[in-house]
């Protein structure tokens, strides 16, 4: 199996940073996409930013210029650094990555458990 364990959440004021973590360990051969997505309470999860295992990176309009997503691959480590951050940014962000975990079958999707970010005006 493999583990998410994301880190990194917390209060911050509008205008603030804060940098998430989320490492993947387990029976990994390899990773694909990794990723960010994030709850707001009453709302879907919806994609933050995610970035494939060549480096290729997409991110959702609202957060564009604020947000930065890497990875280190020797690490199984995904980042996503926020900066100027909004009310609207509060939410549960949880951490995905599709991993192989075997050499001859389909990559399979994980989750983490989610850490909350909450942004006051």
């Known amino acids: 199996q493999v583990q998410l364990v994301e880190s990194g959440g917390g209060l911050v004021q509008a205008g603030g940073s804060l940098r998430l973590s989320c490492a993947a360990s387990?029976?990994?051969?390899?990773?694909?996409?990794m990723g960010w997505y994030r709850q707001a309470p009453g709302k879907q999860r919806t994609m933050v930013a995610i970035?494939?295992?060549?480096?290729?990176?997409n991110y959702v309009d609202s957060v564009k210029d604020r947000f930065t997503i890497s990875r280190d691959n020797a690490k199984n480590t995904v980042y996503l650094q926020m900066n100027s951050l909004k009310s609207e940014d509060t939410a549960v962000y949880y951490c995905?990555?599709?991993?192989?975990?075997?050499?001859?079958?389909?990559?399979?999707?994980?989750w983490g458990q989610g850490t909350q970010v909450t942004v006051s005006s």
């Open positions: 995905n990555a599709v991993v192989q975990i075997t050499n001859w079958g389909l990559p399979r999707n994980y």
């Open positions: 970035i494939t295992s060549a480096g290729s990176i």
């Open positions: 387990g029976n990994i051969v390899s990773i694909n996409n």
